[in-house]
C-alpha cells in the first residue's frame, strides 16, 4: 500500500470550524449574561438586606422605646407618655414619626434602593418601584376572647393617637415592591 492513498472515513482536516466559532460564541454570551444578571441580582439583594436591618433598628427602638413611654419624665413628648397630662394634646404618630427621625441613627438613614430618605407606606403595591425599600408599619389589635382571629393589623396613620401601648408589625416593600416581614414588637 502506498502512502498517497486517501485518508480513512470520517477524517477531517479542520480542527475548528464555523459551527465550533458559532457555538464558542453562544457559550461566551451565556456567560457573560450569568456574570451580569448575578451580579444585578447580588446588588438588588443587597439593598433589600439594607433595608431589613433599617426595619429592624427601627423595631430595636419601637421596643426599647414601649418601656420608657410609660413614665411622666419621658423625653420624646411627641411619643408618649400614655398618660397625658391634663389639658395636652394626645400624641399621635406623624409627631412621633419626625421627632424619631430627627435623632441618631434615623436622622442619618436613606432609602437603600433610592439614595433618598427613608420611606414609611401604609402598604406594599407590587410593581410601584417609587415603594421599593419603604418601611410599612402596621398597628397590631388584640381582639376579645373567642374571635376567630385573635388579632388584626391595620397600617399606623398620621393621626393615629399614642397614648397608650400598641403592638407594631413592621414589613419592608422588597425589589418588586412585595411586602417582607421583618417582625413585631410592643411599643
Known amino acids: ?6 485518508p480513512a472515513v470520517g477524517a477531517s482536516g479542520r480542527f475548528f470550524t464555523i459551527t465550533d466559532a458559532f457555538f464558542v460564541l453562544f457559550l461566551l454570551f451565556i456567560f457573560a449574561a ?15 438586606e439594607t433595608a431589613k436591618r433599617q426595619a429592624e433598628t427601627l423595631l430595636t427602638w419601637f421596643g426599647e422605646q414601649g418601656g420608657k ?10 411619643c408618649g407618655p400614655s398618660q397625658a397630662e391634663e389639658g395636652q394634646p394626645q400624641p399621635h404618630w406623624a409627631g ?16 437603600s434602593f433610592n439614595g433618598g430618605p427613608l420611606i414609611f407606606t401604609d402598604q406594599c403595591v407590587p410593581g410601584e418601584e417609587n415603594l421599593r425599600g419603604a418601611i410599612v408599619i ?3 389589635v388584640t381582639l376579645p376572647e373567642g374571635s376567630a382571629n385573635p388579632t388584626v393589623t391595620s ?4 393621626h393615629d393617637q399614642l397614648a397608650r401601648k400598641l403592638g407594631i408589625r413592621i414589613s419592608i416593600c422588597n425589589r418588586d415592591s412585595q411586602a417582607i416581614f421583618v417582625d413585631e414588637t410592643e411599643f
Do not use: H, W
Open 1 to 6: 500500500m502506498s502512502s498517497s492513498e486517501s
Open 34 to 48: 450569568v456574570i451580569i444578571l448575578g451580579s444585578m441580582n447580588y446588588s438588588l439583594a443587597a439593598k433589600t
Open 69 to 78: 413611654r410609660d413614665t411622666a419624665d419621658y423625653p420624646l413628648k411627641e
Open 96 to 111: 412621633c414619626r419626625a421627632a424619631m427621625l430627627a435623632q441618631a441613627p434615623f436622622n442619618s438613614m436613606q432609602n
Open 138 to 140: 402596621e398597628k397590631v
Open 155 to 158: 397600617p399606623l396613620v398620621d
